[in-house]
């Protein structure tokens, strides 16, 4: 990356935390040269109601105001043609004087059509299940944008995970500064449209909220199923809008559950490999079943620490698994002896990485592998990216890492495939609850630099029957058949009684 010369626009010396957190982060980077430039503040007409909801927005501890350290200059002493950009990081900066030249907005916003303000609590609770932090360019045009999940039953935690969040989104979009004056933004994004309401509106829905919240931690269950579908992954995702028809597994004594299938077609005969959840032990294994004995499951892998994830490669004509197994702080590659149901160690591809999910794809002469990771509750969040020439050793991190920030499509949700000469990668869209629904994402840029993907459309999991359809969190292909999850909820005044004497 060439050295950037950047102006920060801010107010006064005395500024909110976020703000003064946005200027440390960037004073500590390399190859950037940053002045702090103070403008006079626009005028605001603010109605009683702002007024209040402005006074309640400041409990965060990232609107408590602090000095800023660094020297700060006057806008009368700057000279503008010598920067590449400027960066607003305050609402309310008479900008005037930059017209002509390049200057970006931090935003929090929860449609991309509300007006830019950080501090309007509607734009982030009122009714959304995530919330969007962007940067807009001069027009108010979005050039880079990262999605959170919306604590809806607390309006300060949702507020300081924005706030928190712009300091993140302003190294990102530096990272990726020159790909982004190539790449058009991503406009199929889904957005929550919202209608506003009054503060006492909004109070009243966040109590109810909150209710609910705890509501569903006591009386409610999860249960997850494996289903098999006879129909190609293509067809699946781009074929006719239709109901399509699932066999399902019988599902499990209660609380334990099936989830996480990759399979393989061989000789005739289909495998699978899944994630057999122990609800007594708090922690998963890996089992293994085939289509021409149905009813006959097996351990395949068991370990002190939870697995999960059993992703299927194939390498040197042979078949290759990579369990998800974040609590080992690692990444193990196994190999899948077909004809004993077998998973046999080969090595350990990746160390000191909490990996969540797992997916390597292979393109363009390299290995790619893509994951989460459980650290800082990053696991639905944030997408990891790392490539090699080799699939047992070598493994490199991408420069841009992570690669994406959107509660909504960066955990993988299975195998990547080929549709029309393009690489789609399915990803989990946890934005109303864990596993909720799947994203489909086109692969536009992948090498050793780059990287972008766009949206293409949602799976929602009642295309796939009546009985699963609270979400669905991983789709593989099987040949020339599918493997899905589903899942449901339910509620009983036995599900706390089972919590209160598990712990």
């Not at 609107?63 to 609402?91: A, C, G, H, P």
């Not at 500064?177 to 209608?195: A, P, S």
């Not at 077998?342 to 002469?365: G, R």
């Not at 789609?424 to 050793?448: A, C, F, H, M, V």
Request: charged share 25%; aromatic share 12%.
């Amino acid at each position: 990356m060439k050295k950037l010369n950047i102006g920060l626009i801010v107010t006064s010396e005395v500024i909110p935390s976020y703000v003064n957190n946005c200027i440390q982060i960037l004073l500590d980077l390399e190859n950037i040269k940053i002045t702090i430039i103070k403008v006079p503040k626009t005028k605001q007409n603010l109605s009683p109601i702002q007024i209040v909801s402005r006074k309640i927005l400041k409990l965060p501890k990232q609107l408590k105001y602090t000095n800023i350290i660094e020297n700060i200059i006057d806008k009368k002493n700057v000279k503008l043609e010598l920067y590449d950009f400027f960066l607003i990081l305050e609402s309310n900066c008479k900008i005037d004087f930059l017209l002509k030249y390049k200057f970006y907005h931090i935003n929090i916003i929860e449609n991309l059509k509300c007006n830019y303000s950080p501090y309007i609590i509607e734009n982030i609770l009122n009714g959304g299940y995530f919330f969007t932090v962007s940067i807009l360019d001069d027009v108010f045009a979005p050039l880079i944008s990262h999605n959170y999940k919306t604590t809806r039953h607390s309006y300060t935690k949702s507020l300081q995970q924005a706030l928190t969040a712009i300091p993140e989104i302003i190294i990102d979009f530096i990272k990726n500064y020159e790909t982004l004056k190539l790449i058009k933004f991503d406009h199929k994004t889904e957005h929550t449209i919202i209608k506003k309401k009054s503060l006492l509106n909004i109070t009243i829905t966040t109590f109810t909220n909150y209710i609910n919240h705890k509501f569903k931690i006591l009386f409610s269950n999860t249960v997850w199923n494996i289903g098999f579908i006879d129909m190609p992954i293509n067809e699946i995702a781009f074929g006719n809008e239709r109901k399509i028809n699932v066999s399902w597994e019988p599902e499990e004594k209660p609380n334990n559950f099936k989830a996480d299938p990759f399979g393989i077609s061989i000789n005739e005969e289909d495998i699978y490999l899944y994630e057999y959840y122990d609800f007594n032990l708090k922690k998963g294994h890996l089992r293994v079943k085939s289509n021409k004995n149905p009813k006959i499951e097996e351990v395949i892998l068991e370990k002190e620490y939870h697995l999960s994830y059993p992703y299927l490669l194939q390498y040197h004509n042979e078949w290759y698994c990579i369990p998800e197994q974040c609590e080992s702080n690692k990444i193990d590659l196994y190999k899948l002896d077909i004809l004993n149901k077998k998973l046999i160690f080969q090595s350990t591809i990746l160390e000191n990485i909490s990996a969540v999910d797992p997916t390597i794809l292979f393109a363009y002469n390299k290995w790619w592998l893509f994951c989460t990771k459980s650290e800082k509750k990053g696991a639905d969040l944030k997408l990891f990216l790392y490539y090699s020439d080799n699939l047992e050793s070598n493994w490199k991190p991408h420069p841009l890492n992570p690669v994406k920030t959107d509660i909504c499509s960066a955990r993988p949700a299975g195998t990547p495939f080929f549709h029309a000469g393009k690489i789609i990668r399915p990803s989990q869209d946890s934005s109303r609850s864990y596993g909720g629904s799947i994203k489909l994402n086109e692969i536009t840029i992948l090498s050793e630099n780059e990287y972008h993907e766009v949206y293409i459309k949602t799976l929602n999991p009642n295309i796939f029957g009546d009985r699963y359809t609270n979400g669905i969190h991983t789709i593989s292909k099987v040949g020339n058949k599918t493997i899905i999850d589903g899942k449901r909820i339910n509620y009983s005044f036995r599900n706390i009684l089972i919590k209160l004497t598990n712990g």
